[in-house]
């Protein structure tokens, strides 16, 4: 991968690193034993318009951004991420469902998985996702709820 996109990436897994640290945004984990899936919701606002544009990402006061990640358990107890399937829904608090287009985003050994959802300002979204590690033998389903607000 050349030193660019390398960049490019970082900045971004950087930033949704820090993002997770804000008021705004959420993250979270769970444990399926052998793997553990991770997730943070963010205002798609929080990304800088360059990051955004490289990433194919939309900057807006109602979009959302969903990042997931599966980790596996290696023999030593290091996490390791691992590829793999992705896809679930966004339901209001009148269950109308919003589905997620995930998208898979590698940088070196790191692997994860974005989406873009629209939300209304103070909406609760009710997150059902499901994960399926390549090579694992079960679904990984989590359910989270978190709430944006327009900055």
């Not at 943070?40 to 959302?64: D, Y």
């Not at 609760?124 to 709430?147: E, S, V, Y």
Request: net charge neutral; with cysteine.
């Amino acid at each position: 991968m050349n030193k660019r996109i390398r960049t490019q990436c970082f900045a971004f897994l950087s930033l949704i690193c820090m993002a997770a640290f804000s008021g705004q945004s959420h993250a979270g984990s769970k444990d399926f034993g052998e793997y553990q899936v991770h997730w943070s919701v963010l205002p798609s606002t929080f990304l800088a318009p360059e990051v955004a544009r490289e990433n194919n990402l939309n900057r807006s006061k109602s979009i959302g951004i969903v990042n997931i990640s599966i980790m596996k358990e290696t023999e030593d107890g290091r996490l390791e991420p691992v590829s793999g399937q992705v896809e679930g829904k966004a339901l209001n608090d009148v269950q109308q469902a919003k589905f997620l287009g995930f998208r898979r985003i590698q940088e070196g050994d790191a692997v994860y998985f974005i989406a873009e959802y629209q939300y209304s300002d103070a909406e609760m979204m009710t997150f059902q996702i499901t994960a399926r590690p390549t090579g694992g033998k079960q679904d990984l389903p989590i359910r989270f709820t978190h709430t944006l607000f327009n900055d």
